[in-house]
T-cell receptor, first 114, second 115 residues
Framework: AQTVTQSQPEMSVQEAETVTLSCTYD???????LFWYKQPPSRQMILVIR??????QNATENRFSVNFQKAAKSFSLKISDSQLGDTAMYFC???????????FGTGTLLAVQP | KAGVTQTPRYLIKTRGQQVTLSCSPI?????VSWYQQTPGQGLQFLFE???????NKGNFPGRFSGRQFSNSRSEMNVSTLELGDSALYLC??????????????FGPGTRLTVL
């Protein structure tokens, strides 16, 4: 069975600084996807970035980038130039195997301080 | 293109009642999945529907059921509500094509409170 672990329940960062959120996962699948979702106080779950496991190049989306270490089963999210609007709960998620379901971590609550 | 929509956004029910939640996926998306989010259990997969058929089911009692219509809209139903069913219910849709597996787009959720 797949598992996703986020070991940082809460983090804080100053506006304009860089922060890295950690995620590890466990799977026996060879083909899978990894995702970071953002859930602000509005509770809307927003897709931030995704990574296909077969791609060696780390995904980037504007200020968001990942460090995907397949052998170590690690998938961290780096947020550069943090903005107040980045304040949210961030979930790491795994998608793979025969089902279409996503397995989520427990989330990291990120607070961006002015 | 419009996003995933869910109705209603908020519901208050009492124990023993039943409730039906609705989800309209992004146009063209044929897969709809439902998740329950609670502070204690986090995000848990309920079930997925594709082409009007339930494809996968999570570890929830039979009181939780769903269906999908020919236009891909989906409903989930919870019968004999319990206090523990209070949660945010999230619907997600996906294209489920070979080049874009597992990517899901979420609606705003329905907040269910059971009194």
């Amino acid at each position: 069975a797949q598992t996703v672990t986020q070991s940082q329940p809460e983090m804080s960062v100053q506006e304009a600084e860089t922060v890295t959120l950690s995620c590890t996962y466990d799977t026996s699948e060879n083909n899978y996807y990894l995702f970071w979702y953002k859930q602000p106080p509005s509770r809307q779950m927003i897709l931030v970035i995704r990574q296909e496991a077969y791609k060696q190049q780390n995904a980037t989306e504007n200020r968001f980038s990942v460090n995907f270490q397949k052998a170590a089963k690690s998938f961290s999210l780096k947020i550069s130039d943090s903005q107040l609007g980045d304040t949210a709960m961030y979930f790491c998620a795994f998608g793979g195997g025969a089902t279409n379901k996503l397995i989520f971590g427990t989330g990291t609550l990120l607070a961006v301080q002015p | 293109k419009a996003g995933v929509t869910q109705t209603p956004r908020y519901l208050i029910k009492t124990r023993g009642q039943q409730v039906t939640l609705s989800c309209s996926p992004i146009s063209g998306h044929r897969s709809v999945s439902w998740y329950q989010q609670t502070p204690g259990q986090g995000l848990q997969f309920l079930f997925e529907y594709f082409s009007e058929t339930q494809r996968n089911k999570g570890n929830f009692p039979g009181r939780f059921s769903g269906r999908q219509f020919s236009n891909s809209r989906s409903e989930m139903n919870v019968s004999t509500l319990e206090l523990g069913d209070s949660a945010l219910y999230l619907c997600a849709s996906s294209l489920k094509r070979a080049t874009d597996l597992y990517t899901q787009y979420f609606g705003p959720g329905t907040r269910l409170t059971v009194l």
